[in-house]
């Protein structure tokens, strides 16, 4: 770049960062036209009697004009922008002949077109001093100055126009049901608390407070039953409540359906008790529509700045999702409030993560496969099949649990295609076993929550068919769980699975709640007894009378029983003694892939050598 054309460059303002950075949160640039800018325009070509009038935004490489007339272009270079030079001109920049003035002289906007001799703009400044751009006359004539009150009118040109901006700037921080701040008003304030912070370590450093008027299934339940309207008064009744609850000057923001939050500056944390239940309190008492009480379920969220564990400074969208965490934890707990737990945040975290893959293994990228752990009869030490157990090697957190990440599908959509996943897995293996003359039963794990479905029975039955498996190839292990809804349902599908030939085991039997009559109604074949109660019950006296009852009980009624958890010789004694027709457990084989299951089945060792009679 030649010494002559460095010259001629638009100076850069000072702070010209900040300056950049506030223009991006004004979200002017590259918006639509708005009538109210354009009528600014036009008033000011028509006082300053010129043919072209702008309000012009400058952005870093370029100016982009918020309104024109009499201008063909949106945007121009911002090295040749006239306005670039006024920025940080206190009054206002008139050029009478850009020809004669050697900064602009040469500007292509002077020898070419739009051939501009006369430039009179007057900056657009923020509060806080920062210029957003210029509102500027400009003409194809040399001009003399402006008159007093011409210049007086561009001023009060540039007023108007920042006071639109600065309104329609506050408009677009207003939750349109409440009225309240909303969202993007809570994160600049907290900005601004975190700004003054730095600036002063002597300032509190605040506590976010986030309230969840409804579980997002309620508001939408609400939405979908009585209408927008219900929904909408809703949320204006717990701002309403909200608001009676907060110390004096506190300012309540409406963030999305249904969530609050403010921010606390004093740091007592019995006042912040108080202040919480208060909020509690008021937030559930059922909400009245149209002479129908309503009541939903709450949960109060709160975090200190300074409980974040951070190296930077802790961001304010950060400081948000902390404090809607710990909403969260109290909507689930049912507690009145919760502090932020860093702990439960990273455990929420990482089930977060694990859902989000867990689409991704079942695409088959090789992440997901099958264990198989084999079955012995106790009479005869020979295995009666094997329970097909799933396996996932995640990419980044290596093997992870079906104890974990199963139960987290189980509390979402994604426990039926998992299911119908295994299940596909499971048939591949055992077609291809029948085909090579292994010919035992393999059970596979299933969610109550898969018997809920209605379809379950006929899914399974498509899926036989498409890989030509006969039903008394499998069975499946059902395991009680307290997210079972519709009982009647769970029924009528094991029923339909045993019509089909399908065998039934119950799971972990011993742990649920209603263990007993469970047993009396559901239509299984076989219990399987927890392994806590085996693991040691060579040695537990208390385990064993469990045990012995439940086999005796079980046999009563007409199951088998098998025992899970088969860890020592003792055990598998003590339950052969006692009549237990099958065990599993590590003693006998660990979970193996189908090779080295095979290999196991070939060897024939069923019975351990240490306990041979
Ligand atoms: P489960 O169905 O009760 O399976 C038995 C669990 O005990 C398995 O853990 C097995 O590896 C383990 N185990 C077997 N023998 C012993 C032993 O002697 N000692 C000890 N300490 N443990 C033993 P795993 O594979 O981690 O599975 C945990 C649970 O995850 C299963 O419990 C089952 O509820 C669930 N699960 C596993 N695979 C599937 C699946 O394909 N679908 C569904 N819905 N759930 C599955
Ligand atoms: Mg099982
Ligand atoms: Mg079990």
């Known amino acids: ?95 009478g002949d850009a020809r004669q003035d050697e900064r602009f002289a040469d500007n292509p906007l002077v020898t070419g077109d739009p051939n501009i001799r006369f430039y009179a703009g007057a900056p657009l400044r923020t509060a806080d001093g920062l210029a957003l751009g210029t509102i500027c006359v400009i003409d194809d004539q040399p001009r003399p100055p402006l008159t007093p009150e011409e210049e007086e009118a561009l001023r009060d040109l540039s007023a108007m126009t920042m006071a639109h901006i600065e309104a329609r700037r506050a408009v677009g921080y207003l939750h349109p049901v409440t009225s309240l701040s909303n969202r993007f008003r809570f994160l600049a304030d907290a900005d601004a608390l975190a700004d003054a912070l730095a600036d002063d370590p002597a300032t509190l450093p605040g506590t976010a407070v986030v309230i969840d008027a409804a579980a997002s299934q309620q508001y939408a339940e609400l939405t979908r039953v009585l209408g927008q309207v219900c929904a909408d008064a809703f949320e204006v009744d717990c701002a309403r409540r909200i608001a009676a609850c907060l110390p004096d000057r506190t300012r309540l923001y409406h963030l999305s359906p249904a969530r609050f939050a403010f921010i606390l500056l004093s740091d007592g944390d019995g006042d912040l008790a108080a202040t919480l239940d208060r909020i509690s309190a008021a937030v559930r008492s059922p909400f009245q529509y149209q002479g129908v009480p309503i009541a939903t379920s709450s949960g109060i969220g ?242 064993q009378i469990m045990v012995r009852s439940t086999i005796d009980l079980a046999h009563d009624l007409g199951y088998l029983v098998i025992a899970e958890g088969v860890e020592t010789a003792e055990a598998y004694d003590w339950l052969r003694l006692h009549g237990c027709d099958f065990g599993q457990g590590y003693l006998i084989s660990r979970p193996l892939a189908p090779a080295a299951f095979e290999d196991w089945l070939a060897a024939g060792a069923f019975r351990p050598a240490a306990i041979q009679v």
Request: proline share 5%; aromatic share 6%; net charge negative.
């Open 1 to 95: 770049m030649t010494p002559a054309k460095a010259k001629r460059l638009p100076p850069v303002p000072v702070r010209e960062e900040d300056r950049l950075a506030m223009l991006q949160r004004y979200e002017l640039l590259d918006t639509p036209a708005e009538a109210a800018f354009d009528q600014i325009t036009r008033l000011a070509a028509k006082l300053l009697k010129v043919p072209v009038a702008l309000i012009s935004l400058v952005d870093r490489d370029r100016q982009w004009f918020k309104s024109r007339v009499g201008l063909p272009v949106q945007e121009t270079p911002r090295e040749y922008a006239f306005c670039a030079h006024a920025l940080d001109s206190e009054a206002l920049l008139v050029i």
């Open 302 to 543: 709160f975090v200190h700045r300074s409980d974040i564990a951070a190296e930077s400074p802790v961001e304010s969208v950060e400081l948000l999702r902390a404090a809607t965490s710990a909403a969260h934890q109290s909507l689930e707990t049912q507690k009145p409030w919760c502090a932020y737990d860093e702990e439960q945040d990273r455990a929420a975290h990482r089930a977060f993560l694990l859902l989000r893959s867990l689409t991704e293994a079942m695409d088959g990228h090789g992440q997901l496969h099958m264990a198989y752990q084999p079955k012995v009869d106790l009479r005869t030490d020979r295995c009666i099949g094997a329970e097909a157990l799933l396996r996932w090697t995640h990419p980044e957190l290596g093997p992870i649990s079906p104890a974990e990440f199963v139960p987290l599908a189980e509390r979402t959509a994604l426990v039926r295609p998992l299911t119908e996943w295994v299940i596909g897995a499971v048939l591949t293996q055992v077609a291809h076993w029948r085909q090579r003359g292994i010919d035992l039963p393999v059970s596979i794990n299933i969610s109550m929550l898969d018997l809920g479905s209605g379809d379950f029975t006929d899914r399974v039955e498509a899926l036989l068919a498409r890989h030509d498996v006969q039903a008394d190839w499998i069975d499946f292990e059902v395991t009680e769980s307290a997210l079972m809804t519709d009982r009647a349902e769970v029924d009528r599908q094991l029923l339909r699975l045993r019509r089909l030939g399908i065998e039934v085991e119950i799971d972990d039997f011993g742990t649920g709640q209603s263990a007993l009559s469970y047993l009396k109604d559901i239509p299984a074949t076989a219990v399987k007894i927890d392994q806590r109660f085996i693991r040691s019950i060579a040695d537990e006296r208390s385990d």
